[in-house]
């Protein structure tokens, strides 16, 4: 799960599957355009697409399940 927090502390959006996202077809076209690396169809990982106006954001990453493991966030400006 990724969790995107602004600086008072409120979750601005969160996800943990891209795959059951809505705007699918803009996320691969956002990761295509910003030269991101293609994720498979099936996969899980947690991808959000935002525009942010300037500030102090944190985004917080957490195991879907409980588990534990490597997250690897990636931020592309337009």
Do not use: R
């Not at 956002?30 to 990982?45: I, P, T, V």
């Amino acid at each position: 799960i990724v969790d995107l927090i602004d600086s008072s502390q409120n979750l601005i959006a969160s996800n943990d599957d891209w795959g059951d996202n809505a705007d699918q077809l803009e996320v691969e076209a956002a990761m295509g355009n910003a030269g991101a690396f293609a994720l498979e169809e099936d996969s899980k990982d947690a991808v959000l697409l935002i525009w942010l106006a300037p500030g102090a954001y944190t985004a917080q990453v957490s195991g879907a399940d409980g588990g534990t493991g490597v997250a690897l966030i990636e931020v592309y400006d337009n």
